[in-house]
């Protein structure tokens, strides 16, 4: 169920964050109905692309552009200052920053201010680098970078993600899952199954194809 603010918008973040979960651990073949749902609904009621935090405004655009929904890339002008540039103060928020970069990567033609949030997070996120002095949170920092959500393939480094989840989740959605965490503990003894059993699988039918070939 999605939350309601103090003025009783209704509050899509959370669930946003879960599917964000489930796509990373590649489980979304499983969940697929239920995504278009919560998509549908978010698309539908949150007129105003997700308030005024970058993170969730962020989120909320990737997450429907990788649906397939066409949102239009000016909900971020609500974020430049007036002189045409992002704002100063989104400079510090880390967590913002990686998830407008990943964004970024869901632009198209004439996207420009898509374009500007690309080479403004990169180099901020960068920059950070030098200064971070937890070594999980640096990896995670890079990691977004050189392989953001949209060109990687879940299915293949799920089993990487599961032992770090919750520190990912953490660096990428800090404080935006709410009080009750037992379903990030669920998806992830999940994930531990579906990997298990796809490696399974592979190694079955290799045997299969050395039987045929001898």
């Given amino acids: 169920m999605a939350n309601k603010s103090s003025e009783g918008k209704v509050d899509h973040v959370e669930e946003l964050v879960m599917i964000d979960a489930i796509q990373r651990l590649g489980l979304e073949c499983y969940f697929g109905d239920d995504i278009d749902r919560i998509l549908r609904k978010c698309s539908e009621t949150d007129s105003e692309g997700g ?4 993170h969730g405004v962020a989120l909320r655009f990737r997450l429907l552009r990788q649906g397939g ?3 239009q890339a000016d909900i971020f002008e609500k974020f430049i200052d007036n002189n045409g540039r992002f704002k100063q103060e989104l400079e510090k928020d880390t967590k913002g920053l990686m ?3 990943e964004a970024s990567e869901l632009g198209i033609s004439g996207d420009q201010i ?3 949030a690309s080479e403004f997070t990169w180099n901020l996120l960068n920059t950070s680098l030098e200064h971070v002095k937890k070594s999980d949170e640096t990896a995670i920092i ?3 970078l050189n392989n953001p959500f949209h060109k990687s393939l879940p299915r293949l480094t799920a089993k990487n993600q599961i032992h770090n989840f919750e520190t990912l989740l953490n660096s990428l959605h800090d404080d935006c899952y709410g009080t009750n965490d037992q379903w990030i503990k669920d998806i992830q003894e999940l994930a531990k199954i579906d990997v298990n059993m796809s490696q399974t699988t592979l190694k079955n039918e290799i045997n299969q194809v050395s039987r045929y070939e001898t």
């Fill in 114 to 116: 898509l374009d500007e």
């Fill in 142 to 144: 890079r990691n977004t």
């Fill in 99 to 101: 998830s407008l970069f």
């Fill in 69 to 71: 929904y066409n949102l």
């Fill in 51 to 54: 308030g005024d935090d970058l």
